[in-house]
């Protein structure tokens, strides 16, 4: 049997996608929009308080296009505490007036392709804590999509041997090495949780860099051969100022 790669896995992470009922909205009335915001507002606050913590992150943006209108991301260390927040948030007012639109359930994952051989446990390591249970910069511009390796014919991923998988792994990582400081990614597998096999959620201040960065890794041949991609969101950060400003009416 074809050795699968050994991944370590660091906090859940849901994605949720929202577009706004914006005809049910403007029918409020300017108490209970304030109440809603409110409500929002102090939901967020709570959630924020695990970014401080460390015990979570989570990244609100708001989606260009008509996929949706709002995404948020939340990363908690057990699924059971994810479920819990989006039972929270889905009981929101402000959410009432919104038509889920996607969501996607996976964990942060980091796999063994590119890493040596050591005694040492990972889990204790900073640098590869920090990639698992990552702190979210509030970066201008998130771009998220679902991604499966191919499984056809010839060109079958799960059908390589680890060797082949390893140099071919190295070679995606020099691309996206060389983004960085344009470019964060954070890779989450959902094998068994969601229908496609990893989520790519990326990060930059410059939005046309995920398309550089995409384009680029379409050449590579993990990509080229390999990648079956699903929806691309993209989005601009929403603070609390700019929530305010999106819901006004
Ligand atoms: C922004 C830059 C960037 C960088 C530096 C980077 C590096 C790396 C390294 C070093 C490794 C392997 C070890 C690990 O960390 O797991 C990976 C792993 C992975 N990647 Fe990546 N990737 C990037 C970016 C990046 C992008 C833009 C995509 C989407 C591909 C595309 O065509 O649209 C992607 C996908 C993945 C996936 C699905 C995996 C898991 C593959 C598996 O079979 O397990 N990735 N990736």
């Known amino acids: 049997m074809n050795e699968a ?14 577009s706004m009922d914006w005809v049910a909205w403007k029918m409020l009335d300017d108490e209970e929009r304030q109440f809603a915001i409110d409500e929002f507002n102090m939901f967020m606050e709570k959630v924020n308080q695990a970014d401080e913590n460390k015990t979570g992150a989570h990244a609100l943006y708001s989606i260009i296009g ?3 209108d709002l995404m948020l991301m939340l990363l908690r260390e057990t699924m059971d505490e ?43 390591n900073p640098h590869v804590r920090s990639r698992l ?23 079958n991923w799960y059908m390589l041997p680890m060797q082949e998988r390893k140099d071919l792994m190295l070679s995606h990582g020099k691309i996206g ?34 398309k550089k ?3 680029e890794m379409r050449f590579d041949e993990v990509s080229a051969r390999y990648g079956e991609f ?12 700019k929530t305010i400003k999106f819901l006004e009416v």
Not at 110 to 119: D, I, K, M, P, T
Not at 137 to 155: A, W
Not at 181 to 200: A, L, P, R, T
Not at 230 to 241: A, N, P, Q
Request: aromatic share 16%; net charge negative.
């Open 230 to 241: 699903g929806s691309f969101y993209v989005g601009t950060i929403l603070d609390k100022e």
């Open 213 to 215: 960065l995409v384009y």
């Open 177 to 210: 090495r060389s983004y960085a400081g344009k470019v964060k990614q954070i890779i989450s597998g959902s094998v068994g949780f969601d229908d496609y096999e990893w989520g790519v959620t990326l990060f930059a201040e410059d939005v046309l860099q995920f």
């Open 82 to 124: 994810l479920r819990e927040l989006e039972t929270e948030y889905n009981k929101l007012t402000l959410i009432a007036y919104t038509v889920p639109t996607y969501s996607y359930v996976s964990v942060v994952e980091l796999s063994n392709y590119l890493s040596g051989e050591s005694n040492e446990d990972p889990y204790q």
């Open 66 to 68: 008509q996929k949706a």
């Open 133 to 155: 249970y990552p702190e979210l910069q509030r970066s201008q511009y998130i771009c998220f999509y679902p991604m499966d390796k191919r499984r056809e014919g010839n060109d």
């Open 5 to 18: 790669a050994i991944t370590l896995d660091g906090w859940y992470v849901l994605h949720d996608f929202r």
